[in-house]
């Protein structure tokens, strides 16, 4: 599991972002000047292939004021994940990105999109968050985080919008990068392009962790 650390500060400042992992360390720079005030993470999964609906995902995020993007697993293309170059963005493989497994954490690399190849801690306003494609690989990391009372587990896999608690047995975790309670919120972010929705609509997700704020928009 990779863990990075992420703070919003004052206007023009800019925050270091370190991922502490046993064998490396690191840095992730993060400007908040464009975006003062708690960040608001765009979160989309599952495009399979559909490059064209994760850019539209990704500009519908941002019109909304997505300044950090999280792609939940899935890509099944490379072009899917070059959407996010050039971003503030974190990535994990899918299930169905096996054909891809190899090669993804070169590529996410060179295009400075950091990966993981089964989730991603990250510290957000003090609140964390782990990003995980929630396929049975996962099962381990997602049962950790629930026992230490990690505060958000962003989910893909199952293209359904869906969110719900889970009480952890940690009410203060000497890991955590704030004082957080044992309530692990679940929120599955969708698909761009194949939704399994009643509805049919295919989505993603924007979440404000500071605040708590979840919303799940139309794509396409």
Not at 154 to 181: K, L, M, Q, T, Y
Request: proline share 2%; net charge negative; aromatic share 4%.
């Amino acid at each position: 599991m990779t863990t990075v650390g992420v703070e919003a500060v004052a206007l023009g400042a800019v925050a270091g972002v370190v991922a502490i992992e046993s064998r490396r360390l690191l840095a992730h720079p993060y400007d908040d000047s464009v975006n003062p005030g708690h960040v608001t993470l765009g979160i989309l999964s599952d495009a399979h292939g559909e490059w064209t609906r994760a850019r539209m995902a990704i500009e519908r995020l941002q019109s909304r004021g997505a300044s950090m993007f999280l792609y939940a697993g899935d890509a099944c293309d490379l072009k899917v994940i070059d959407q996010l170059a050039g971003l503030d963005s974190f990535a994990v493989a899918g299930n169905c990105d096996r054909h891809l497994w190899k090669c993804l954490p070169d590529y996410c690399r060179a295009i400075g999109v950091t990966y993981g190849e089964v989730s991603i801690e990250l510290c957000v306003d003090g609140r964390r968050v782990l990003l995980t494609h929630s396929d049975p690989r996962c099962a381990d990391d997602i049962a950790a985080a629930e026992r230490a009372g990690v505060e958000y587990i962003v989910r893909g896999h199952d293209h359904v919008e869906a969110s719900w608690e889970v009480r952890g047995s940690a009410g203060r975790n000497a890991g955590s990068c704030a004082a957080g309670n044992s309530v692990t919120r679940h929120l599955c972010a969708g698909s761009v392009a194949e939704s399994r929705d009643g509805d049919g609509v295919c989505r993603a997700l924007l979440l404000t962790p500071a605040t708590g704020e979840a919303e799940w928009i139309r794509v396409g």
